[in-house]
């Protein structure tokens, strides 16, 4: 073959129109056919890689939780491990389907503001997979007004940058799941379409199945185009308050030790919390049995003391009194809030009775009329809150530069 006759095996071209020619045993390929396989090769491997996740140790994952969340020990350990039995099996490439692995779907129970979200966000965010939050009291059956359950999956899948790959890898937190519970155990002439009927609707997605989504959200129409949603490696996380299931739990208690109650056992029932939950006090509570059986690993979460309040204040990463403070900093002035100040702001929230949550509303209130003014003071360069200032409303002490001669 003369040097005028070199062509490009695979599409032809001829050597002066291409940058150049790979001379191989019997033919020559171009610089852009080499390219375009290699494009083929890495969209392959991409494809291949899909459902392998960069599995995080438990003792890796609960450092991260630690960092960012206060106390909480036991659930937190216990979604560590159930993230990394979930992840390891999705990364499971062994043919031997002899032993299934089931999915490790996880139930957060805890009072108001005990740090349900903000675990299954923080958790989100370290495994950096798509996150997506759902309301189970806006829930419907398919057919009833109110929100289809699918439509959950659409809010992961925007989560997601509209990319399905990455959908099937996410996680969603389905809050207020205790809401969707039975209205009663007698048998109602009206159907249940917000309790009992999202309950059954959700079994499927929950196990795992293909989805058929609409890609902007709402109802299914007949002509619109649907997204195939595979559910089997969503990681589902449901957190509920449970209001009274205390109760459920301290009859149970109280009927297994009739016979040998004293003092000391009726202050044990009457201190119980949600650690001791079985999956009968859920089904009294007003679950069915199939959806227990699809949220295996129950955690629950610890009433928060005066303590652990203060310590959520001041000690996380991104703890409120870090984000005043930086805040503060952008006006170049150094905010200083008393002990004695924090500990009236903790008081203050343990009298909502809404946990954590209520540590944001006093601070924003506090901090309102401070931020408005603060802006329009020259020359300050601190700025400190006493106590005085939380409970008297008076105005907190500022520090001036001093005017150098």
């Known amino acids: 073959m003369s040097k005028t006759e070199l062509h490009c095996y695979f599409c032809s071209c001829k050597e002066e129109e291409v940058n150049y020619l790979i001379e191989g045993d019997e033919a020559y390929i171009c610089d852009y056919c080499v390219d375009k396989a290699n494009l083929v090769i890495n969209e392959n491997n991409n494809q291949n890689k899909k459902n392998e996740f960069e599995l995080k140790k438990p003792q890796e994952i609960k450092n991260y939780l630690d960092s960012h969340i206060i106390g909480q020990e036991d659930a937190k350990k216990i979604v560590s491990v159930a993230v990394y039995n979930h992840f390891n099996r999705v990364n499971d490439k062994d043919t031997n389907k002899d ?36 309301d189970a009291t806006v829930l419907t059956e398919a057919g009833y007004v109110g929100e289809d359950v699918e439509n959950i999956l659409v809010r992961l899948y925007q989560a997601a940058d509209c990319d399905v790959a990455k959908t099937e890898m996410g996680i969603i937190y389905i809050d207020e799941i205790d809401k969707i519970a039975k209205k009663n155990a007698n048998t109602s002439i009206t159907r249940d379409v917000s309790g009992e009927g999202v309950q059954q609707s959700l079994l499927k997605i929950l196990e795992g199945t293909e989805a058929h989504i609409p890609p902007k959200g709402g109802r299914k129409h007949p002509e619109q185009p649907l997204v195939k949603i595979n559910t089997s490696n969503i990681l589902f996380i449901c957190g509920g308050a449970f209001q009274n299931l205390d109760k459920i739990i301290n009859k149970r208690q109280n009927q297994n030790n009739i016979g040998f109650s004293n003092e000391n056992n009726a202050n044990e029932i009457k201190a119980s919390n949600f650690s001791d939950l079985q999956p009968e006090d859920l089904i009294q509570f007003g679950f069915i049995p199939e959806l227990i059986g699809r949220l295996p690993i129950i955690g629950s979460l610890d009433y928060l003391t005066k303590d652990a309040l203060l310590s959520i204040l001041i000690d996380p990463k991104n ?87």
Not at 119 to 131: D, K, M, W
């Open 99 to 134: 032993v299934i692995l089931e999915k490790s779907n996880i139930l957060l129970v805890g009072s108001t503001g005990t740090g349900k979200t903000l675990l299954a966000r923080t958790l989100s965010e370290y495994l950096q997979v798509p996150f997506a939050i759902a």
């Open 319 to 405: 703890s409120l009194l870090k984000q005043y403070k930086k805040m503060f900093a952008l006006e170049n002035v150094d905010l200083d809030v008393t002990p004695d100040a924090l500990q009236e702001i903790v008081n203050i929230a343990i009298e909502r009775k809404t946990g954590a949550r209520a540590l944001r509303s006093v601070m924003e209130k506090i901090m309102l009329n401070i931020m408005y003014e603060l802006p329009s003071i020259d020359g300050i360069n601190s700025c400190r809150i006493t106590k005085d200032t939380i409970i008297n409303g008076k105005k907190p002490i500022y520090t001036k530069l001093k005017k150098t001669a």
